[in-house]
Every structure is written in structure tokens, then in C-alpha cells.
């Protein structure tokens, strides 16, 4: 099975030098593109090869770089490397094991739409991506892969990589754009979107560091190889990732489409001892809750979406039976709240509300209706009621919570009202894996 | 157009614009926060959804924000659609989560426009049974409170500070509910136009301190129809008064003038008439007489040689009545000698150069300025405002290219970034407005004149040249003819700031030179017919807009009156042509020197002064008459744009004051 973005990254996860880099084809994608093909060339290319976007939202890339204006003047890539999502460590791996890989992705892309320079724009936290990017980059400058006449085509490009002051919300991608500019980053009104007016107003295009790391594989080997890599509609692999009460944590790189179940129970090696799958977060913290009658559903963009998920990250969290839910989500929602830039009412005022009313409820002051105010706090934080997609994600884990796991919310409210007016206290029944767990 | 179908009603409707703009203008009831109609569209508090519909066959239709959806031909809408109100009223109770309960107690209450639009979407019953987040709040200076447990982040009072009116020392802290509008640390807040934010503010974080100390609820208050006595802008006000006591200042919306802002001086500098030192009784020598005795004495003074000396900060009528009562030949405008030059050589221009007066509004839409010899800040504020305005056409061009609209202005200002359209400043000292010029240019008058009748040189050969000019200041001429012979709206702006009748005139070479370079567009059915003021000058030429800042909200209309100054007076007065003088709230010695001032009043016998406050010329008088100020009566004043305006009393003048106007004309 070819696994083309983790293939160089070693054993040790000790980053790969440019030497090693360009042993493995390292930079042909590249070579190819500026000596071979026309900026336009390499866009269909990428459109080809239906690579789709692997940042959560999995909007076609080749499209993306096509809706950027052909003619000349300024215009930027921008990685987003703002990993911060709570579960999601995929790109970390390939920043920290095989930069260069990045960089020549980075670099076709800006000679498809046109660009001069690029950003990096790096999560603070991943001080050692920071380190390993800078070295990578200024190999790349001092082999001549950056800077004026890449491979000795009229091609400059120059990358310039910016470590974020740490905030979730700069990995919306126009919140991004406003923080690199030294904005508060707060989300902007689209459209008009990045590619016509981006970056300093001029036209960018913002992509996600595993996306642009399939882009070197693609120029070099071509989309049909790419398309033929997937098990499904949706074309290349994608890097999965497992975290929860499994027995083998871990992030692989597996064929787009590849059965959930084969994820947990062969790479993950299946639940621990002792713990039942009870369901999984497919994507990652900002989708909605699967069970265990979903693990045969292919992981790609278009099945987990009928299944009423999304693929997001691909990073899986799984929840065991010994795991409250309700403590699951309001960890999830006090991130959120936490992370909500304060622009809109239905993310800045409605997340601390659902964090108040999941407090409540753990606290024994729950109330029946409280229920039904989730339901609809997670519908007015949906989809096109907010101004960014942060809160739409944070709804997710909760609104799916309430219909799979409803009974663990209730187990929590006071069975009368009049014994919590008494101050008596509501013995909470336990979880199965609680009552395994207490030995009853 | 479009046809656009609300709630199944089917409107024509302008195409291009906002749905929450075009549902307002058509007197549809939806509620909003951030839009505010001079800020645009923003899409941050969520509270003007509707649903839409895709075309005639979708029934299911999709929530959207009306502010930030364009106006289309074939739109259909549902403002009425049930998910749409739900969405609202949960909108405002989110927003009412941490909102303090203190209407009772909240300056805001009866005019807020939180409390209407909570009415307006029926949220009645509290579900959140939470802490509320609570704020300190900051000392930002006299006029201004700060509350901010009642903020509900709507963004309007940055966006507003910032964004439209420049100022730097407010802005948006913290993330999350947490969100803080404020400044750095506690202190006097340092933009002229500050005091908008207590109208901005949809409800009661900013209010107004000055109402504070003499508060009454909005319903309590009498209101009239005003005009700001403070600068020669005239900006449209509403005074509002109780129990004989001015209470407060707000703006009131006139489309062409001052739109929905005021300056802080214009708002807050109503003190005086509520002032010990107002003039409360008629007195005579010193002691108090009676109203009939008072008018009595007037009519025996005026039937002698007696002089009357108008005001520009006096109206129209009060002007006419006192030159009725003394006769047309004795009735001086009253303005200084270099004021009176001045203001003629204005209007010599005006009456006789291809030039138009635009309107506030006008300069806003300008795409290249040059101003010369002002400070607008200082002199006509609003105007400044206004300019400030204007700088940003280029960025909306731009932003028109990408095809962003207008109102859409978060977008338009990431696209454009800091894109300006040319303002060009020259003037002696620094200005508020030199941060947003292309370029600033210091010197005295002289060599701010000798800039204009360069940049006037460049634009046409015609005008006469500057031959010494500096390199840099030659280029500099240069950088400006050609920005402004490219504009489409060019404007200049000039006035008396600099009591240099040269930079008028140069003021006016550079609009005659603009005029000239565009023969060819034909003459609007109102430009001028006058003899042309120079060869060359054509009938076709299409008037330049240019404007004039004089000093008083007057000045314009009582030069059109009579253009003789004090000088003028202490002459007639010196070779006897007159022994009794009646003054009009004009204080002398601030239109000559106190010596000058002091050897004319030694001359006159008998001295009449009507006015509303003490000052030196009134504590001279033999006959003082106490009138009201611009709270206390009515008139009209000709603002600098040459627009007659009129102002309405708000209250009777207190004591035996009467209107300026009555005691002449008694």
C-alpha cells in the first residue's frame, strides 16, 4: 500500500534533511511543475486529481486555486498550520518529520496561482514544527529551492514562517489571515472569499498543511495514481488518527475511504480491556457523535456526511462506556467558549450557556427542560446562524450527544424537584463501565 | 431596480443595496444592532435574520443575515417566516443573558434602542439561570459614562470611533463574552467626535455626562428643532429642555449637513445657556428697569444719530430688525476689519467664479482634496469629519472592482486595506487630519497662498505662476494639480482660518484653473451667468466645488447684509456721524483691539446692548436688553455651504429676556 506523505517520515520521527528528501524524489513535483507545466497546467493537475481539502471542510483544492485571478500582481499562499483543535495531531507529524515535503508543496502552489510569497502560519505551541520548519527553509534557500529562479525557471518564491500567539480561532481561515496582519483575529465577511481578496487585500490562497503536502505526489506521479489510491469517490490517503480508550493510540496514513472499524479495531487494536465502544467523534471535537452501528462506514467526505458527521480532521476520539458523554461535551463546549473570538451573539453569548446549563445539570441542579434548551441552543449555533464555522462545530458534539446519548444527560437530573429544593441529594445512576469499574 | 417579494408583498426596490436597509426604508419593522446606516454592514450580532428563499419553487428557504444579503432582482424573503422570529427574539435574549435588569435606573431607558427591539421581538421570559458576566467600568472624561455590564458587543462604538472618525484610544479588548470596549487605561477620551458614541451606543454603556447632572427621562423632555450656533457648519440639532434648564444636545438627522454626527463642541457646549452669566433683567445705567421702560428708552435712543452693529452669531431676522430700527446706512455688520475683508473677497468669489458650495455630504463623496490654509477640526469640525469620509473613496472604488458593495464594510476595508483617496493639507500648524493626507505641507499663510497659486499654474497656464518656488514645493504643487485635474469630484477647501486674503484667492485660482481644463462639459442649468472674473473663461465651464470656512454660524448671512466692519464703525463714529450706538451680542473686543475698542466707546454717548451673556461690551452699556440664546428663540442663520437654515426656541427665555429680534423691532 503507498503511503506518499508518511513514507519518509522515520521510525524515530527524526526530521528528514534535504538530502534524504530529494534521495526519496523530493522536489521532482516541483521540478516538473516550473520547467514543464504552465501555472494553469498544474492547477488542473491538482483539480484532476480531486484532491479535497484536509483541514475539515474538504473543499476542492485544484477548484480553490482555479478561482484565483489569473492576472499579475501580488498574491499569497498561506498554510494553515494552527493545529489546535482538541484531539487532532496529524499535521504536527508531517511538519515535524518531513518539512520539505511542505515546503515543496507550498512552492507549487504558489507557482500555480502566481505567487511570490507564502506563510506558514504555525500554531505557537509547536516549537519543535517551528525549529525543524526554519532549518528545512533555510536549506531550501541555500540550495536555491527558495528565493529568485527556482530550478532555474523565471519562479520566486520566498516562505516566511509566522508562529501563532495562540488562539483557535486563527485557524478559521480569514481570522488567520486578520491575525497575520496583526488584526484581531476575528473571522471576515465572506465573500468576497481569500482568493480575490486575501491576505493585504490581495488575492490568497489559505490550504491546510496535509493538503498541501499531497500536492508534491501529485505533480510527480500524477492524479490518476492519486485518485487510484483511495478506497472510495474521494481520491488520495489521508492521515487517521485515534485517540480514546483504545489499546494503540496512533495516527496512520490509510487509503481516503477506508473503513472506520479497520481504523479502531486493526490500527487502534480495539478498545482496552475491559471498556465497550460506546461512539466516536469521527473528525475530531467539532463533529458529531457516530455509534457503533456506524464502524463499517467508509472514512471519507461524502459517507460521514450521510451519516449526519463529517469528516473534519479525520481524527477520531473515541467514547468508551466507563466515559461520561455529558462530561465529554462540556469539556468540548469550555474550549469553545474559551475559544469564541466574540464577534457574534449565537457563538459569544450561547456556548457560555451551554456550558452553564451542562455545569448545572452535573452539579445536580439540572432541570428537565434543560434538555430541550441544548436542542436548541445547538440550533441557533448552527450552520449560516453564525458568522464563522467555529460554533456550527462546537454544536456538533453537542446536538448529536443529546440524540445518541440522551439518557446519560437525564441520569443526572434530580428525579423531583422538591428533593433538590430539599437539599437532598440525587444519587446519579452509573454508567455501565462505572458499575464494572465500582465492581457491582 | 429590482421586485423583490416580502412576506408575499412584491416591492421595486433599488438593486445593489442590503436587505436590512431596504426592509427598513420601506418601513418594515426588523430588528438590528450592528448596522448602523453610516457604518454599514457587518454581520456580528445575528439579530436581522430572514428566511430566503432560492426561487418560486423552494419552500424550506434558508436563514439569512438581511445586512449582509444584496438586493437582487427576484429576491423573496420572509421576515414573518416562524424560524426567522424565533431566531430573533433568541438572538436578544442571548444578548440579554448578561444585561444588567437596571432600566429603571439606566440613563438609556425610554430612548434605547435595545429595549425597543427587544419589544419588537417579544422575548419577555428569562431562561438563563446563570451568573451574569460583569465588567469594570472606566473614567473616559466629562462627557461621556461608561457602563459596561450593559454592553451587548454589538461593535457599533469602535467601528464608529475608529473606523469612521479616526480616533485611536478606543477599542475592542479580550475574546469570548469577555469582549471589552474601552480604552488602554482609564482617561479623557481624545477624539473631537466622542460624544456620537452615546447615539451610536444601541443602549446605555456610553451616555451622555453632561445630561447626567441635570438628568430627566427622554419623555420629560421638550424638544425643538435646532441649528449648532457653534461654527458656521450648521449642523441640525434637538436641544432638549425641562423646567427652563437646557438638558442636553442630540443630533438631529439632516441628510445633507451633518447626517446622524455631531462634534463634541457642537453637543456639549450648551453650558452657558443654563450660565450665571446669563443677563436676566433689563437695566438701565446699572439698575434694573421694567421691559416698557427699557423699550422705551430704546426708541428715544434710536430716534437720534445712532449706529447699529449687527452680529454674525445673531440670525437673519434679529440682523434685519436692528438695521430696520437705525436705517439701512447706519447698520454695520460689526465683523473685524480683516474678517470683513475677508468674508467680501469670499463672497466676491462666490458671486462671480465658476464655483459651488457643496453640501457636508458632497465633500464626503470628493475623490481628491485640497485644503489650504485650515484647520478644518478647529473651525468647521463636522466638515473635518466629513473629509475624513472623503479619503476613503478610493478604498470603496477598490473594493467596487472586486465587486464588494459599499456596505459592506469589513470587506471593503480588508480589501483595500489602507487605500486613500488624495487629501492634500497645507496649513500652518499640525492638523487632526494630517494622519489621512497624502501629503502635508507647513508654512505661513504667504507660502500656503504661494502653494495655491502654483498648484493653480500647474492646472492651467493661464493663472498666474509662482517663479521662486522651491523644488520640493514646485513638485509638490505638481503632485497636487495632477490629483486633482484627475479627479472626477474634486474639491478644495479653504476659508478665513488664516486671515490671509491671498489664500482665498489662491483658493480660488486653483477652482477657476480646474474649471477651465473642462471646457467641454456643458454647464449645469444653475451655474453662474455673472460676468466671467478673467479672459478665457467660458460659459460652458462646469462649476468647481470649493469650500469657504468662515467663522460664525452667521458670518455668511450678515456679510450677504452689509459687509462694514468696526473699523468702519469707529470711523463714522469719530467724524460724528453718530453719538449712540446700539450693539447686537456682538462683544467689541473681539472684533478690534481693547484701545481702539476702549477710544470708541469713550466717544459714544449712549451705548445700547442687546445680549443674552456678560461680557465686556455689555458691562459698558447705558441700556442693556438681555435676549435669548439659540435655545431661546428663533431665526435663521446661512450656514457656510450658503444654506438658510432655521432654528426654533426650545424654551421661553428666562426672566425679562425677550428674542433678540423683539427689541429692536418693539
Known sequence: MDKPLTRNIKPDLAPVTLAEYRRSGGYEGLKKAVTAMAPAEAVATVKEANLRGRGGAGFPTGVKWSLVPQAAGQKYVVVNADEMEPGTFKDRLLMEGDPHQLIEGIAIAAYAIGADTAYIFLRGEYTLAARRLEQALQEARDASLLG??????????????????????????????????????????????????????????????????????????????????????????????????????????????????????????????????????????????????????????????????????????????????????????????????????????????????????LAGRGRPEDLDRLEKLAWLMGPGHTFCALAPGAAEPLQSALKYFREDFERYLPVSPALSLRGEEHRVPLLEGERRAAGG | MAKITLDGQVYDVDAGENLLKTCLSLG????????????????????????????????????????????????????????????????????????????????????????????????????????????????????????????????????????????????????????????????????????????????????????????????????????????????????????????????????????????DRGRFGYGFVNGEERIRQPSLRGEPVSIEAAVAHLAGLASGRTIGIGSPRASLEANFALRALVGAENFYAGLSRAEAELVAAILDVLRRWPIRLPTVREVERADAVLVLGEDATSTAPRLALALRQAVRNQALELAQELKIPGWLDAAVREAAQGAKSPLFLASPAA??????????????????????????????????????????????????????????????????????????????????????????????????????????????MKPVDLCYLVPECNTLGLALMDGRSVGDVFAAVQEGAADTVVVLENDLYRRADAVAVDHFLGQVKHLAVIEHTFNATAEQAELLLPSGTFAETEGTLVSLEGRAQRFYSVMPPAGEARDNWRWPAA
Not at chain 1, 478559521?172 to 493585504?200: F, H, V
Not at chain 1, 479497520?262 to 478498545?271: K, N, Q, R, T, V
Open chain 1, 148 to 361: 529568485r529562479n527556482i530550478l532555474g525557471a523565471e519562479f520566486h518564491l520566498d516562505i516566511h514562517l509566522h508562529t501563532s500567539a495562540g488562539r483557535y480561532i486563527c485557524g478559521e481561515e480569514t481570522a488567520l489571515l486578520n491575525s497575520l496582519e496583526g488584526k484581531r483575529a476575528n473571522p471576515r465577511t465572506k465573500p468576497p472569499y481569500p482568493q480575490t481578496s486575501g491576505l493585504w487585500g490581495r488575492p490568497t490562497v489559505v490550504n491546510n498543511v496535509e493538503t498541501v503536502c499531497n500536492v508534491p505526489h501529485i505533480l510527480r506521479e500524477g492524479a490518476d495514481w492519486y485518485r487510484g489510491l483511495s478506497r472510495s469517490q474521494d481520491a488520495g490517503t489521508k492521515l487517521f488518527g485515534v485517540s480514546g480508550r483504545v489499546k494503540k493510540p496512533g495516527l496512520w496514513e490509510l487509503p481516503m475511504g477506508t473503513p472506520i472499524r479497520e481504523l479502531i479495531e486493526d490500527c487502534a487494536g480495539g478498545m482496552q480491556e475491559g471498556y465497550t465502544l460506546r461512539g466516536f467523534l469521527p473528525g475530531g471535537a467539532s463533529t458529531d457523535f457516530l455509534l457503533p452501528e456506524h464502524l463499517d462506514l467508509a472514512m471519507d467526505f461524502d459517507s460521514l456526511q450521510r451519516a449526519g458527521s463529517r469528516l473534519g480532521t479525520g481524527t477520531m476520539i473515541v467514547l468508551d462506556d466507563a466515559t461520561c458523554p455529558v462530561r465529554i461535551v462540556l469539556n468540548l463546549e469550555r474550549f469553545f467558549t474559551q475559544e469564541s473570538c466574540g464577534w457574534c451573539t449565537p457563538c459569544r453569548d450561547g456556548l457560555p450557556w451551554v456550558v452553564e446549563i451542562l455545569e448545572g445539570i
Open chain 2, 431 to 540: 492638523t487632526r487630519l494630517d494622519e489621512v493626507a497624502e501629503a502635508v505641507y507647513r508654512g505661513a499663510p504667504e507660502d500656503i497662498a504661494r502653494l495655491g497659486f502654483a498648484v493653480a499654474h500647474c492646472l492651467s497656464p493661464e493663472a498666474p505662476g509662482v517663479p521662486d518656488l522651491a523644488g520640493e514645493d514646485a513638485r509638490l504643487a505638481e503632485t497636487i494639480a495632477a490629483a486633482l485635474a484627475s479627479a472626477r469630484r474634486p474639491l478644495i477647501v479653504s476659508g478665513t482660518g488664516c486671515q490671509s486674503l491671498e489664500i482665498i484667492q489662491a483658493a480660488a485660482n486653483v477652482a477657476l484653473a480646474l474649471a477651465k481644463r473642462n471646457p467641454e462639459r456643458s454647464a449645469p442649468a444653475d451655474a453662474p451667468d455673472q460676468s466671467p472674473p478673467s479672459a478665457g473663461l467660458t460659459e460652458t
Open chain 2, 28 to 263: 418594515l419593522d426588523l430588528p438590528y444592532f450592528c448596522w448602523h446606516p453610516a457604518l454599514g454592514s457587518v454581520g456580528a450580532c445575528r439579530q436581522c435574520a430572514v428566511v430566503q428563499y432560492k426561487d418560486a419553487s423552494d419552500s424550506k428557504g434558508r436563514l439569512v443575515m438581511a445586512c449582509m444579503t444584496p438586493v437582487t432582482d427576484g429576491l423573496r424573503a420572509e421576515l414573518e417566516a416562524p424560524e426567522a422570529r424565533e431566531f430573533r427574539a433568541s438572538v436578544i435574549e442571548f444578548l440579554m443573558t448578561s444585561h444588567p435588569h437596571d432600566c429603571p435606573v439606566c440613563e438609556e431607558g425610554g430612548e434605547c434602542h435595545l429595549q425597543d427591539m427587544t419589544v419588537m421581538t417579544g422575548h419577555t421570559v428569562r431562561h438563563y439561570r446563570g451568573r451574569k458576566r460583569t465588567h469594570r467600568n472606566q473614567y473616559l472624561g466629562p462627557f461621556l459614562n461608561h457602563e459596561m455590564n450593559r454592553c451587548i458587543a454589538c461593535y457599533r462604538c469602535v467601528r464608529y470611533y475608529r473606523d469612521y472618525a479616526g480616533g485611536q484610544d478606543l477599542d475592542v479588548f479580550a475574546i469570548r463574552n469577555d469582549v471589552y470596549f474601552g480604552r488602554f487605561e482609564d482617561g479623557v477620551l481624545e477624539n473631537e467626535f466622542s460624544g456620537n458614541l452615546a447615539e451610536v451606543c444601541p443602549t446605555g454603556v456610553f451616555t451622555d455626562k453632561t445630561f447626567s447632572a441635570h438628568y430627566v427621562r427622554k419623555w420629560d423632555l421638550r424638544y425643538a428643532p435646532s441649528v449648532c450656533a457653534h461654527c458656521a457648519v450648521g449642523c441640525n440639532t434637538s436641544p432638549g429642555e425641562r423646567l427652563g434648564v437646557l438638558r442636553r444636545i442630540i443630533n438631529r438627522y439632516h441628510g445633507e449637513v451633518n447626517g446622524y454626527f455631531l462634534c
